[in-house]
């Protein structure tokens, strides 16, 4: 957007507070999640391991195992997951100086002496550790990459289907849309998608139970609002002189609907993706608190959460995980609601 | 507050533009079902009744559809009732012999295509009858509307038949979804007449800030720090279950407190994502009456503003409001299933957690059929709010 229009609606999303931290904090999380291997890991960022050098935890962003080969540091951490971790009691007179990632816990590894282990910063347990031994802080920021993968995938593929779908409606219009569209879209709206996604994902065989199928169902479920949006606004946009003008000069059908009215339908539809984000991140923490989605040990915010309604006692399994849904979704929204108003002043003046 | 609405925009903007924040139904609650948004195509070219009953021709196939796809999922999905033993702990259905196990399968009709099921299935809804229930092993109905206190039925008063109403799964969860509609009727009202009267002033900004946070508050999380501060740390209400030990020795009014103490955490997060909705939707309705000629009539009599407010322009905002109850019907009802499941609340969502797991297929089904027939009728209520309040429906 680098017309004068464009400019004015950015500064139109920069003035509204809430949109600005919205959008901070999710290129923050975006970070985190990014960065993961290096944020919470029981590799070391830096080792100095038998008179070499060693990056352990960088490993983990890059394939550098396919082109390098297994590092020396890694292995032996496989074998002995806190073998870092123990240095204090029992040195190992090959290491050098290391430099371990601020939460130095894999999500995975357990550790029998931390089962349930409250908050302390003294531990570096500083989320505290759940049933298994497994640090919470350490879960939470790997399991950020599940919630921002299944909510922008899951959107993703809804937005292609709904766009496909209400786009072919709202152009074609006549019988297509009347009668077979339309319809379709009205009858799948219909559908009890909550009742109809926990009872997919329930009677799914748990070996099939990762955030791939969630997010595919997630997506053949939740279209219809896209659809709607994309029909609506294709409707609108085929009168216009542009799309006219264009057919004027001969262009095709498909060439009009994707090069000319898709473009100026976009808007829309991205605010409206926005908050079917948040929807969907909602949506997947909520199954896996259920204990229908996201399958332990693989973390997820929501698996992560559904320990405390087996120990109560253990607030920090409640509090934390439950904290991070709640900071993204409202984000989502915010962002959504910022570009929307942004976009359309007759909105923000109500 | 149906403001100007371009022809081709979706009635969801119509309905929310009465006032920022955008607040989406649908999201609170988790249902991912189109709580607030208009299925179909918009009325602008016929009647109210003309639109009315095609959209009520709709309902049975959408119906037909909805429960053969629920249906084939279920079928489709490896493993039955009788395979399921492993995962609840029967060893002796594991252990079955092969004959046995085929046996059951035919007594159950479940040797039969998936579509010859479904069949089945359909004749028998069509006559009230929706099979018995494998784990229970009794009539789904009677699981739904009479369950564990049966030595109730014999009494034959009003109390005893409200007692036996509570004690049945479905009896449950209204009571649950009644005392969450009341709550947030009792508080989203005054709240959003507060904030229309003092449009833009500071109580408008703060609760409409406030209550945008609190909509965006997961549900199954408000619930878990609930249990956490309030039942486990400070130990004031319990949270499991709807009953207290030795319930049945109790006082009517007794049992009445207990019922409301066990109820209060699960109301309380059923109902606050609503708040902000009804509460905005409040705001603007009461704002779009302000300006009418009989308001300022009232004050021009001098009554008092108070009285202005709530006898004069709420009572006549109220009607678009009414239909919005009728929008959370959906939303309540799978808000109930997570709700019910962290409180062990004994209604219909927990049940329908439980049956999923044991692959209890008759109550599967009546409960998608029951969530189904919500949606139909929260969207039927949103068309049929729509077409009377859209002014170019009506002068068509």
């Known amino acids: ?350 | 507050m149906w403001v100007s609405v371009s022809p081709s925009q979706p009635l969801a903007d119509s309905l929310i533009i009465s006032g920022p924040p955008i607040l989406r139904l649908s999201e609170t609650f988790l249902t991912g079902s189109p709580a607030l948004r208009l299925s179909g195509s918009l009325p602008t070219r016929c009647g109210v009744l003309n639109y009315l009953v095609r959209r009520l021709a709709l309902i049975l196939p959408t119906l037909l559809l909805i429960t053969a796809v629920v249906f084939a999922v279920v079928k489709l999905a490896p493993g039955n009732p009788f395979s399921m033993g492993q995962a609840s702990g029967e060893a002796a259905v594991k252990q079955m012999n092969p004959q046995d196990y085929e046996a059951l399968l035919r007594r159950y009709g479940l040797d039969r295509p998936w579509y010859v099921q479904y069949g089945r299935w359909l004749e028998g809804a069509a006559t009230g009858d929706f099979g018995d229930s494998f784990s229970e092993r009794r009539p789904v109905g009677e699981v739904f509307f009479n369950a564990p206190l049966r030595a109730l039925e014999e009494k034959s008063s009003a109390g005893a038949a409200l007692d036996q109403l509570l004690s049945s799964k479905f009896g449950a969860t209204l009571f649950l979804n009644l005392l969450s509609l009341l709550l947030m009727a009792a508080v989203a009202l005054p709240i959003g007449v507060r904030a229309a009267a003092k449009r833009g002033g500071w109580f408008d900004r703060v609760s409409g800030a406030l209550l945008y946070a609190l909509y965006s508050l997961p549900n199954y999380w408000v619930a878990v720090l609930l249990i956490l501060l309030v039942g486990v740390k400070l130990q004031w209400l319990p949270f499991i279950g709807m009953r207290s030990d030795g319930f049945e020795t109790l006082s009517t009014a007794g049992k009445a407190l207990d019922l409301l103490k066990h109820a209060a955490l699960p109301a309380l997060c059923l109902s606050y994502g609503g708040l902000a909705f009804i509460s905005r939707f409040a705001r603007g309705a009461v704002l779009d009456v302000l300006g009418q000629d009989y308001i300022r009539t009232a004050r021009a009599k001098g009554l008092d503003e108070r009285r202005v407010l709530y006898r004069h322009a709420l009572r006549n905002a109220l009607i678009p409001l009414l239909t919005l109850f009728g929008l959370m019907l959906p939303a309540l009802i799978s808000g109930s299933v997570i709700i019910e499941q962290t409180f062990s609340w004994p209604g219909l969502g927990q049940m329908y957690v439980k049956a999923i797991y044991t692959r209890d297929y008759p109550l599967i089904m009546a409960e998608s059929l029951l969530g189904a027939l919500a949606v139909l009728a929260s969207n039927l209520v949103t068309d049929v709010a729509y077409a009377f309040a859209d002014p170019r429906v009506r002068l068509e």
């Not at chain 1, 901070?24 to 960065?35: E, R």
């Not at chain 1, 989320?127 to 922008?152: I, K, P, Q, T, Y």
């Not at chain 1, 074609?172 to 996604?197: K, Y």
């Open chain 1, 1 to 350: 957007m680098a017309t004068a229009a464009g400019k004015k609606v950015w500064q139109r999303i920069l003035h509204r507070r809430g949109a600005v931290a919205g959008g901070v904090f999710l290129a923050g999380l975006v970070l985190v999640a990014y960065l993961a291997p290096l944020l919470a890991n029981n590799e070391p960022l830096y080792i100095r391991y038998d008179g070499k050098a060693h990056f352990t935890a960088f490993r983990g962003l890059f394939p550098f195992d396919k082109l390098l080969g297994p590092d020396a540091v890694a292995l032996k951490l496989q074998q002995d997951p806190d073998w870092l971790l123990g240095l204090s009691t029992l040195p190992d007179p090959k290491v050098g100086r290391v430099i371990l990632p601020p939460v130095p816990y894999a999500p995975l590894q357990q550790r029998l002496d931390d089962v349930n282990a409250a908050p302390s910063a003294a531990t570096k347990h500083y989320f505290g550790c759940d049933d298994n031994g497994r640090d919470v802080l350490s879960r939470m920021v790997h399991g950020a990459r599940v919630s921002l993968l299944v909510g922008l995938l899951a959107v993703g593929l809804s937005g292609l289907i709904g766009v496909a779908i209400g786009a072919l409606a709202g152009f074609a219009g006549g019988w297509l849309d009347t009668l077979v569209l339309s319809r379709l879209i009205e009858v799948m709206a219909c559908f009890p998608t909550f009742f109809l996604i926990l009872t997919v994902v329930a009677v799914m065989d748990p070996k099939y139970l990762n955030i791939w199928t969630i997010t595919v169902i997630i997506a053949v479920t939740s279209w219809t609002g896209m659809a709607r949006y994309a029909r609506a606004e294709f409707m609108r946009l085929k009168g216009s002189d542009f799309v006219s003008a264009a057919r004027a000069l001969g262009a095709s059908p498909c060439r009009l609907a994707l090069r000319h009215i898709l473009p100026n339908a976009l808007t829309p539809l991205l605010v409206n993706a926005s908050f079917e984000v948040a929807g969907a991140v909602l949506f997947e923490a909520a199954i896996s608190f259920l204990g229908v989605g996201v399958q332990p040990p693989d973390p997820s915010w929501g698996n992560i959460l559904n320990l405390v309604t087996r120990y109560w006692e253990e607030w920090w399994l409640g509090l934390f995980p439950g904290a991070a849904i709640f900071l993204t979704v409202l984000s989502y929204n915010l962002v959504g609601e910022g570009v929307r108003d942004a976009l359309d002043p007759r909105h923000a003046t109500q």
